[in-house]
Nanobody, 119 residues
Framework: QVQLVESGGGSVQAGGSLRLSCAASRYTFNTQCMGWFRQAPGKEREEVVTIDRDGSTEYADSVKGRFSISKDSAGNTLFLQMNSLKPEDTAMYYC?????????????WGKGTLVTISS
């Protein structure tokens, strides 16, 4: 089982930026669906962005144009660049991997990193 560890969360003011990282215990990012999800207090977990085995991406409408997913060349670290942050982006952010294509869902989850945006 792949171990995922997120980092980079913190507290920033609205309009600011953060870059989240997700380190995997072994090479995985170029062979499996990867993604970032978030869960705000009192709300259900939602998908933020996924990147599939062929490199195609799917962004939630709420983050399009502001967030960007990427991975390092070694395939061990996934990033989420978050710009123009809004208070409604406040949530616990989770990294996840699937076993194959994104259509088959996610299997491994990190413990999350907290993002807090103040107005």
């Amino acid at each position: 089982q792949v171990q995922l560890v997120e980092s980079g969360g913190g507290s920033v003011q609205a309009g600011g930026s953060l870059r989240l990282s997700c380190a995997a215990s072994r090479y995985t990012f170029n062979t499996q669906c990867m993604g970032w999800f978030r869960q705000a207090p009192g709300k259900e977990r939602e998908e933020v962005v996924t990147i599939d085995r062929d490199g195609s991406t799917e962004y939630a409408d709420s983050v399009k144009g502001r967030f960007s997913i990427s991975k390092d060349s070694a395939g061990n670290t996934l990033f989420l660049q978050m710009n123009s942050l809004k208070p409604e982006d406040t949530a616990m952010y989770y990294c996840a991997t699937g076993t194959s294509w994104c259509q088959y869902g996610m299997r491994n989850w990190g413990k999350g990193t907290l993002v807090t945006i103040s107005s």
